[in-house]
């Protein structure tokens, strides 16, 4: 008993301890030079972000120019405690610049990281050079960052930048991902499922010693293995780290990771409140508690079943999911319960009455488990079981189910045939029905081991591409109908727009393929970019918004593909793109007609002719 309440206090300290508690939200910027999104003519002389809360002495700026990175020194706090500043050594080269930044507390905590883009139109001129004569020389804003293609094209931020992604598609194939999800669904169906049965088929239960152990043990184990599942989830959905898996703040990234990274979160807490009903079982019998000690676990263990929330009919995958994982934690955490507690010597009536109680209680649960699984099959997989690695493990999952199917029915048809009369469990009997249901858990925790290596793999039915919205779509073809390519961008306002290029035809033998964007008549001397596409053929290639193009120039732009095929250079036939102001409003056109004159034609008579 003492060892149970060390653990309760151990576990008591841990949440104290690891709770976010009152911490503030994280740094932010409140102004910069040069701005975010800005196009200057040279490189700056120095970088200047001006932050809301005051900060620490750990601080970074690193910059990059056209994916070349660039040596800095260190960058240092102004006066007024909330500026940092770093100076340019060496000017910037012309392009896309990133700036990333990463600030610190007064308290030396990490406070906040973030990027500021911005665009160096020209090279800085040698000395003794005109600056302005120098802008003036070139009419052609550089775009030569090249786009990501093929396999890589994700139109995701660049490698260096914090990506939050959906927890459905994350790729949770990481050993530790896999290893403590496994370990966190195992230890919350043997919880949920036991109290179930303890509940319907067992009131007795909770006056033995062995069992309120049991359940106690059950949910310390469970607590630490969901502890050590939140924190390494969080870390895979944020690949960068954003700092140690065991820092409760870099937790709160899963709330952007869609409802699957929620229900993460949901999990652990449902779990903390689950307590009140391990340590008290007795709260699950008694009628005035039993709906709070049975509807708390209960969510928690329906968390277990939001994890695709994506592919078709996304809505009945999340229903089924849930009933899934109820049932499975009812089936697989009665069969522990049974063969841990129940069975674990001879008993009196009340054993029996257990027994035979699962028995009823675990057939329905078979069912759905069975009937939502083939439904979540059948929606994630279709036909194409034998065509991908997700359907494979399907497969051989459902072999596996089946043998565990096979041994439960089996174990039910011998309760049904020798404790049809029983009165009491004897020695001989709770060992042999404990080893018949000690292999149906044992099997059950194969399939468990099975679903968490499921989320590893992308089902065919489900498209794990980053979902972005373009805001203007073009196809572009030449007069003869060689090039097909179609052009996606993702604003249609002033500032860094991101780009798709996607070759539809020709199939081969493409080279030097360009998009060319030009500019209207304007006072800022932009003329043109021109961004090369690395494709030799069919596929398509993305510039992210975070490295955009810079259309710092509202009005009627004209884009046309430059490209050389097999059949020679082609070029498509031009297509306006109209740019909008960066509130919205249209660009105001003023055209200046030349003066006119007024001449007055005086009429003249007509000469008299001789009759």
């Given amino acids: 008993m003492h060892r149970y309440a060390f653990a309760l206090l151990v576990t008591i300290a841990a949440v104290v301890g ?17 701005s975010n999104g800005a196009v200057l003519n040279v490189s700056p002389d120095e970088i200047v972000i001006g932050f809301a809360d005051e900060l620490g002495e750990d601080n970074t700026i690193s910059v990059d120019c056209e994916a070349e990175p660039v040596t800095l020194p260190p960058p240092g706090v102004l006066n007024d405690g909330t500026t940092l500043s770093v100076e340019i050594v060496d000017p910037l080269p012309s392009g896309t610049c990133t700036a990333r930044w990463q600030v610190s507390n007064p308290d030396g905590e990490p406070d906040g990281r973030g990027v500021i883009t911005f665009v160096v139109e020209n090279a800085t001129p040698e000395s003794g050079v005109n600056p302005d004569d120098a802008a003036s020389a070139s009419t052609t804003t550089p775009a030569s960052t090249p786009v990501t293609t093929g396999d890589d094209a994700t139109g995701s931020a660049t490698a260096n930048d914090p990506e939050i992604v959906d927890f459905s598609t994350a790729g949770e194939g990481n050993a530790a991902v896999w290893l403590t999800r496994l370990l966190s669904t195992l230890g919350i169906a043997a919880l949920f499922g036991s109290l179930v049965v303890i509940t319907a088929a067992w009131p007795e239960g909770v006056e033995y010693l062995v069992t309120i152990r049991f359940l106690r043990a059950t949910w310390v184990f469970a607590f630490i293995s969901t502890l050590l599942f939140t924190g390494f989830a969080a870390a895979s959905v944020t690949p960068d780290g954003g700092g140690s898996p065991f820092n409760p703040s870099t937790w709160l990234d899963l709330i952007d990771a869609g409802w699957a990274g929620r229900a993460v979160l ?52 999340v229903v089924m999911g849930i009933l899934h994982a109820l049932a499975m934690a009812v089936w697989v955490g009665g069969v522990v319960l049974l063969a841990r507690v129940v069975l674990s010597g001879p008993g009196d009536e009340d054993l029996v009455h257990a027994v035979r109680g699962f028995s009823r209680v675990s057939t329905p649960a078979i069912v759905v488990t069975i009937v939502t699984g083939l439904i979540q099959m059948f929606r994630l997989d279709g036909g194409e079981l034998f065509q991908s690695g997700h359907g ?51 099997i059950g925790i194969v399939v468990l081991a099975m679903s968490a290596w499921l989320l590893a793999f992308v089902p065919p039915n489900i498209d794990d591409a980053p979902k972005i919205n373009y805001a203007v779509t073009q196809t572009h073809t030449d007069g ?36 060319v964007f030009t500019a209207p008549p304007n006072d800022q001397n932009v003329g043109s970019i021109r961004q090369p596409v690395p494709l030799s053929g069919a596929g398509f290639a993305v510039r992210d918004a975070a490295i955009g193009l810079p259309i710092s120039v509202a009005g009627v732009w004209t884009i046309q593909v430059d490209a050389n095929t097999a059949s020679g ?24 007609l030349p003066p006119t004159s007024l001449v007055e034609v005086v009429p003249t008579e007509p000469a008299a002719t001789d009759s």
Wanted: glycine share 6%.
């Fill in 480 to 515: 003869a109908q060689i090039l097909n390519v179609r052009i996606r961008l993702t604003d249609d306002k002033v500032g860094l727009v991101g780009l798709e290029v996607e070759v539809r035809d020709p199939e081969e033998n493409l080279s030097e393929l360009v998009v």
């Fill in 392 to 442: 494979r493990v399907v497969v051989l999952k459902t072999i596996v189910v089946a043998v565990m199917i096979f041994v439960a029915f089996s174990a039910r048809q011998f309760v049904a045939q020798r404790l049809n009369r029983a009165q009491q469990m004897s020695v001989p009997l709770a060992d042999r029905l404990r080893r018949a249901f000690g292999a149906e858990a044992a």
């Fill in 266 to 317: 949901l999990r652990l807490v449902f779990l903390i409140a689950s307590a009140w009903a391990a340590f008290r079982p007795e709260r699950v019998i008694d009628p005035t508690t039993q709906l709070a000690a049975l509807g708390i676990p209960g969510i928690c263990a329906a968390m277990l079943g939001i994890s695709r929330t994506v592919g078709p009919l996304a809505g009945l995958g």
């Fill in 569 to 592: 250079a082609v070029s498509s036939t031009p297509q306006t793109y109209t740019v909008l102001n960066l509130d919205g409003s249209s660009p105001t056109t003023v055209v200046t």
């Fill in 18 to 34: 690891l709770a976010p508690g009152s911490a503030s939200a994280e740094n932010s910027v409140v102004n910069s030079s040069p």
